[in-house]
């Protein structure tokens, strides 16, 4: 089938690359444009307390007063609010509300600090748009406004609250995204540069790789209002990097066999034909076992999983499409002026470290993988030390940011958790009005829960049926002490209702408390889902039943080693109070993922020496000499190409560029180069039980000029060169 692409391909160059750049110009022209959402609640299903406890309080409390967005004043000598201050603010307060800005519902005067240096100006949005980007836009024009009102006082005011956070992380995402995409286009070219040294090939990925992003970005924007999927701004960042480095690595392996093809002594254009015939089920494999691994996202709770899942599977095949499709047509055209002016593409180089590499793992393969799994155990060993934090508005932007400083503020002047209460809506169960004698004693109980600053009733809706009592927390939201307080006031809220009501228990902490609740969900179901999914794959590639469980298992290995040393790294040495909520499901589906495609790779390799008539500890020996090459310049491009996701600024980027690009590498120079051939070459022909996949089909000597004996530099194919006349002739 591939060699049937590959062959229709190059007959019909300019016709294919006519077909790709009228997709590109129809679909970046009629594509809607990419909605984001900042909306922590957005991400759960309705069927959380939390989310139940929002629509009670949109249908009991319709004007209830819930700040987007709050103005916090202090004097700019950092004194105490003098008389004349406090009447500033007020006068801002109400200039402010008699500007009818865009969403924005109601401004409210707030209460001034305990100690009398800070004072605040609360802003109600329209709750319906919560956290989408017409928020962003009024808190920037209130910025603004407050800049212009408080010239000529002693009044320095910041504006903080969700629709602030929603702006800088708008703002944050779009500097990091440029840093990012600078640090990739740089490290693809500089890399691709030194390891052919030819102009043309270090550019050509680069633009064609634009051309399907552009592609992609249109399609995952059809398919996010299609399926009313929620985004967040974080993703666009994600998808350059899948885009670009996944795309290089297909380039990659496709140039390599083209390479290998014209050594052999093959017409250019069939070279081309052959390479796609050759690396076409490899790079198939592998980039299926990426799209099923992100496509097990859908099965998450979490709105914002659900969405980077179909969107990361859609780059990733046409990254695929255009891997067997649009590079070689392009390369087709241009022939072998693409390595121009470089000649080191005519002749096979020693690779001598790789050779000796195969030599070690060959003689000493028990020892091998003796190493190579303790150094992946020490590292797991991090894990027992992991810990959640839940915060994503502060997690995508710097402590720098106006909103961060204003969140940070409010934890010092006010109790850590004023600036989100929690709140316990009590409702009849009939519909009866509440007997209001109780309320005193359930405001008590509330009180008197562990963690708790202060509890109230606020207010009963018209029908007397609900009460909402406002519970405030000695812990910021997003904090542990509040997930664990809220899990209490949660307790004590159900358990002594009175007869006859229901508690329901609301607010950011109660959000997170069930992101939490989602994520570990999320551990039960999609890990288990994409491994079998993944394993179901490297069966079919590899034609056993034995080879995939351990291959998922070296890889699995692997993962535990990426999140220990993350932790260790950011936990342990940097004291971060706690890993980004979701980093483990990402980082287990690109690791495991992305990993799969080097264990593809070698595993491939090795199966084709072993057709040669190789044993298997020889098979492996030659299968590192020679796919070698190919995984470490994949391995290096594509783990750098996801360290540039540490230019961002942001913890939840910073830690899911060091994790993931940690175990790219992990993969790439661990696991493929070491432990994977060592087992394989442990285990012998057992490892490919029941199809015998690796048994030489004609006997050792017929196939001289194939392989493992001609000059081969980091083939990584999935096919024996004794079926091509090609190889034969030398």
Do not use: C
């Not at 049937?4 to 790709?20: D, E, K, Y």
């Amino acid at each position: 089938m591939f060699r049937r692409i590959g062959s229709t391909v190059v007959r019909h160059p300019v016709w294919t690359i006519v077909a790709w750049l009228f997709a590109a110009v129809a679909i970046v022209a009629t594509a809607p444009s990419l909605p984001s959402n900042s909306d922590e609640s957005s991400f759960l299903p309705k069927s959380y307390e939390s989310i139940k406890a929002a629509d009670l309080q949109a249908k009991a409390f319709p004007s209830a007063f819930t700040p987007s967005a709050i103005a916090l004043y202090q004097r700019t000598d950092g004194g105490k609010l003098t008389a004349a201050d406090k009447k500033d603010v007020a006068r801002i307060t109400t200039e402010l509300g008699n500007k009818n800005i865009d969403q924005v519902q109601k401004v409210v005067p707030g209460r001034p600090s305990k100690d009398g240096r800070y004072s605040m100006t609360l802003v109600q949005m329209d709750s319906r748009n919560a956290g989408q980007p017409k928020q962003a836009d009024a808190a920037k024009v209130l910025r603004d406004d407050l800049k212009q009102l408080t010239k000529g006082t002693d009044l320095d005011a910041k504006l903080g609250g969700s629709a602030a956070q929603a702006l800088d992380q708008q703002d944050s995402s779009k500097r990091g995204q440029a840093l990012i995409g600078i640090g990739t286009f740089a490290i693809i070219l500089i890399t691709l540069l030194i390891i052919f040294r030819a102009p043309i090939l270090a550019v050509l990925p680069l633009i064609l790789i634009g051309v399907v992003s552009a592609i992609a970005n249109g399609l995952i924007a059809y398919a996010t209002k299609l399926f009313d999927l929620q985004a967040n701004s974080s993703i666009s960042s994600i998808l350059i990097v899948v885009l670009f480095g996944v795309g290089t690595d297909y380039f990659l392996f496709l140039m390599f066999r083209y390479r290998e093809r014209l050594r052999a002594g093959d017409e250019p254009k069939q070279a081309m034909v052959n390479a796609v015939g050759r690396v076409g089920e490899a790079i198939a494999s592998a980039a299926g076992a990426v799209i099923i691994a992100f496509l097990a996202l859908v099965l998450s709770t979490l709105g914002f999983l659900k969405q980077m899942g179909p969107a990361l599977a859609i780059a990733v095949t046409v990254t695929l499409i255009a891997g067997l499709t649009l590079i070689p047509a392009v390369v087709s055209l241009i022939g072998p002026k693409v390595f121009w002016p470089s000649k080191s593409w005519q002749k096979e180089p020693e690779n001598a470290r790789f050779a000796a590499l195969g030599r070690g793992v060959q003689r000493r393969p028990a020892l091998t993988a003796g190493l190579s799994g303790l150094v992946l155990v020490a590292l797991s060993l991090g894990i027992f030390g992991y810990n959640a934090t839940f915060d994503l508005a502060s997690g995508s932007m710097p402590k720098t940011k106006e909103s961060m400083v204003v969140q940070d503020e409010m934890q010092k002047a006010y109790s850590a958790g004023a600036a989100a209460p929690t709140d316990v809506y009590l409702s009849s169960t009939d519909g009866r009005p509440l007997d209001k004698s109780v309320f005193g004693a359930y405001a008590r109980k509330l009180g008197a829960v562990d963690g708790v600053a202060n509890a109230r009733m606020t207010q009963v809706n018209k029908a007397g049926s609900t009460a909402d009592f406002t519970v405030t927390l000695k812990y910021e939201a997003s904090t542990d002490k509040a997930i664990e307080a809220v899990g209490r006031v949660r307790d004590v809220a159900h358990t002594d209702a009175p007869d006859g009501t229901e508690a329901l228990v609301g607010g950011m902490s109660s959000i997170y408390k069930d992101i939490d609740s989602a994520v570990n969900h999320d551990y039960r179901t999609v890990f288990p889902v994409a491994a079998v999914l993944i394993m179901v794959i490297l069966g079919l590639l590899l034609r056993s039943v034995v080879a995939p469980w351990y291959l998922m298992a070296s890889v699995g290995l692997g993962f535990g080693a990426t999140l220990g040393a993350t932790v260790w790294i950011f936990q342990e040495a940097q004291g971060h109070s706690g890993l980004m909520f979701m980093l483990p499901v990402i980082m287990y589906l690109f690791v495991v993922a992305i990993g799969t495609d080097y264990n593809i790779l070698m595993i491939a390799r090795l199966r084709e020496e072993a057709r040669e008539g190789r044993e298997p500890r020889e098979a492996a020996g030659m299968a590192l000499r020679h796919a070698g090459p190919t995984v470490a310049a994949a391995g290096f491009i594509l783990a750098a190409t996801f360290a540039t996701m540490m230019l961002a600024g942001n913890a939840l980027l910073t830690e899911m560029g060091f994790a993931v690009s940690f175990g790219i590498a992990v993969a790439a120079f661990v696991m493929a180069m070491f432990f994977t051939p060592s087992l394989t070459a442990l285990i012998g022909h057992a490892a490919w039980w029941p199809g015998h996949a690796d048994r030489a089909e004609a006997p050792a000597g017929a196939g001289a000029g194939s392989a493992g004996s001609g000059p081969v530099s980091g083939g990584e194919g999935a096919q024996s060169f004794d079926r091509d006349p090609a190889a034969r002739r030398r």
